[in-house]
């Protein structure tokens, strides 16, 4: 267990009133938490690139009945780490061979795991979160188009419609509306591969990283936009937020409720699981406001 | 994606300020987090009855390479969900063939998940947490004896000492020091079957039934007191609290650290993985203060 | 391990020379196996009701390095036993909630595993094999259509026209043709939901049962005929083959090369793996003639 | 699927009976099968270095009734390819980084899968076998004690004292008699860590290898020698047979009813599941014999 630091710059200390008793009352008087996770189901639409969630009891009620009248049921699961909504830790992706740090790529796993920059490196999350609401800045609220590269400009115009400046350390979450195709009966819908899918192209995620962020998100599979049969064939944007500036991409979002509830700024909260030396892992990220 | 409001009884509001401006203040400051969960590794200590967890990277950077140069490495995760740090869903455990609902334990899987009361219906949690340091209050800070069984009135003596009652909706962390054998490098001394383990029995879970938190926790596989050489045989505390009162059980958790610094309330944060129809979630929780 | 004996009706002994001495002169001499089973690949086509195929490289060449400079790698794999070529055990089907021996079906998997029917009760088989060229037969030799039912007048035409009458014990592979799918690119196209796929009916399955084989196999999927858009919601044959006559099914054979060559009686051979308790396991079985 | 042809040197054809014949009559008077697999039950004895077996039913019967009153339960499994009896592909182990073809070991992972050498790359071998009841051939018929080396002089005293010289493309299991501990409650003493484990070491092997079998096996976990609390810190025999002989091996075996039946000469069966690029596969392998 680690005790980790979080400060965003340019905050000053209120005077009489610790961190703490803010916290304390903050939950005291009552929070209102959106979930930004989506559901773990079998079946759930996910990239064909990863291992599929499976789920199954091996132990039911009943199978094993203790003396005074108890039983358990119990789980296992098997899945990719980046299927539902997940974070990528640094060791995911690489260019010409080497990651964030200058490692060599190839190296960082021997062993079978990375053990600088995996998973279990992703420090737990408790920030500001900004969410832009792109398409509503766009005046198509609903989503953006199939394919569509959310630009520089896209982006600063949610920020100006909603007032809500990105700071340093901040996460921040683009919403593209294209969250609404999650439980669509086809699964190909959502995973776009002939559609194409909307987000950020390289444009936008670097003038994201300007903004000097900790992570971001999105509320689709690959984060960034996907040209129509495209696939995954080049990821710019994973290259500029995770190889080249060190920004923790979080994806598969829910974001329509809080876009629906015109939340742009709430208390961030991430806690992904530990995985020692992982490329990722599933989280259930949440926005946090008062009740 | 569901909001879901979270207000601990007998709290008012602070006028003039909302809470959500109390947690933007918050976060601006600076927090501390304490990490309550233990990192997932492959041979860590946990129970024989749940899958073992492993981790494999199926793809390493270079297995494919993208035509800009471009390269992602991958996992492959399996394991049960009671492994490592978790949280029990009320899917888990019945008595006498019934769940917290009285609903039919049987009946409740029936197709493989437990829809009514599966660990997808285990709402995210920002709340109040109290750590009840037993050992320190027992004069033996570093911990209980093996197979020792923490009564109501070592919890009340740990409230006395730190001064931090319970309120209703907390969240309360019950400290044994038996986490300090976590990393032993034989397995079995932390799993304890032989030794015992110490923790709550039947009348501590319902003293801390009755003070009325939302969950509960402890630095044990088990949470539990288990006698040497009784495993997990009887789980009185299991009963009175999953399937009587409807409190969660949250396990294997990383208490030291927090209460080394002394840490005894806090903001308690757990976000489980929304396991549609498990029987529980591994999580990483977190105890936040001001930093 | 168990030694089992094996013997085919209305065989008589050969004087003067053992069985034993047959066998190992049939090896002497030489002889030629065709491999009946899929190779298991990620993203082989199968059904989506059971957990995907998975393998992945936990452990690389170089990521532990012994003093003496060996080094190993290995595996996980995580799967559904009904997947690629695989056996049904007596305990995959129930009809009105009994298994073949009249037992509850639902108790019978009390534990999470069927103590009584599971595939660790599938004997090895080495015997009599038969197969039955169907489309040769109608004169179609590439293949039945689609959602064809493969009748009792087609299977007897199939015996009269290779002069291979079926004997009590045997083995017998119905082929349809459909195998020639299971390479598409286009997985669904092999699964077949829409387009349907051959094979027997009940009253193929009947006729077959009334044969006295001790199992049967196809090359298709679900064994049976499925028709346009019914996927598995019903399955007859599997019912008067598992439920009702005790004939174990092998589905997803690979028949194709067998025919071509010409081959309709040899030596069957089938070793399924012992997983104790199980409702089937992958297999891969052999058709053995002589070199 | 393909077909393969397997002749052992030295043998000639039998005038006027076709090999054919001679299997179809050999299974038509009736085999006695010798099952020499184990069966995979969730805490069986098996390295650590391994994912551990683990088996659930994700559907019972019940779950899912058909129209006409049919239901289904099925598996999920997942497992190590080096669990329970198992049989070693040539891309399992490397020397100073070099496989059995010469290629480069670390390369010929790359993709995640052994494309050359891996499992899908073992035909299915019907062969003569030969079991080397070495302790019986000392005179100590229970079995080796732990780690004994068994020596060139023993397997020649094994082959002399039974009759049964090896031929070039048989396959020779060789029995230390450690099997009888797969059983034993306490998992440990079959692994043998502490104890060491019998077999051959280098001279062994290298003998083994001279006489020019396809494949070789044993009933422990690591086929050869173990000395006492070096666990798998150096393999010679695995480096010698399948790094620069060529010589498959498999482990883990049930020998001991082979043995106390005095068959030490018989057709030899097995058939890996072909499991693409795999380091090895889990096997049943078969003796087979006049019923």
């Excluded at 021997?110 to 920059?117: C, S, V």
């Excluded at 609220?141 to 394919?147: K, L, Y």
């Excluded at 994201?208 to 984060?223: C, E, K, M, N, S």
């Excluded at 500036?245 to 979080?250: A, H």
């Amino acid at each position: 267990m680690t005790s980790i630091e979080t400060r965003n710059e340019g905050q000053g200390d209120v005077s009489g009133t610790t961190t703490t008793d803010l916290l304390l009352r903050a939950v005291g008087e009552g929070v209102r938490i959106y979930d930004l996770g989506r559901p773990l189901t079998i079946g759930m639409p996910q990239s064909p690139n990863h291992p599929a969630f499976w789920h199954a009891l091996p132990r039911r009620h009943g199978d094993m009945v203790r003396v005074d009248g108890g039983s358990a049921a119990n789980d296992i699961i098997t899945m990719g780490t980046h299927v539902g909504t997940h974070i990528d830790a640094f060791a995911h992706v690489s260019q010409d061979g080497k990651l964030l740090d200058g490692s060599d790529a190839a190296q960082a796993s021997q062993g079978g795991r990375f053990a600088e920059l995996g998973a279990h490196t992703i420090a737990p999350m408790v920030r500001r979160g900004v969410l832009l609401d792109v398409p509503a800045a766009l005046g198509t609220p609903v989503g953006c188009e199939a394919g569509y590269e959310i630009t520089p400009a896209d982006l600063e115009a949610a920020v100006e419609r909603q007032g809500t400046p990105i700071g340093a350390g901040d996460v921040v979450l683009v919403r593209s509306g294209w969250g609404r195709f999650f439980g669509h009966s086809d699964r190909s819908v959502y995973i776009g591969n002939d559609s194409g899918v909307p987000g950020v192209g390289e444009a936008g995620a670097t003038w994201l990283a300007d903004q000097g962020p900790h992570a971001v998100g999105a509320d689709t599979i690959a984060f960034e936009c996907l040209k129509p049969g495209s696939g995954h064939s080049v990821l710019p944007a994973h290259r500029v937020l995770l190889v080249e500036r060190g920004v923790y991409i979080i994806e598969a979002m829910a974001l329509d409720e809080l876009a629906a509830a015109g939340v742009h700024e709430f208390a961030f909260m991430l806690s992904p699981l530990s995985i020692f030396g992982a490329t990722g892992s599933p989280v259930r990220p949440l926005a946090v406001v008062g009740a």
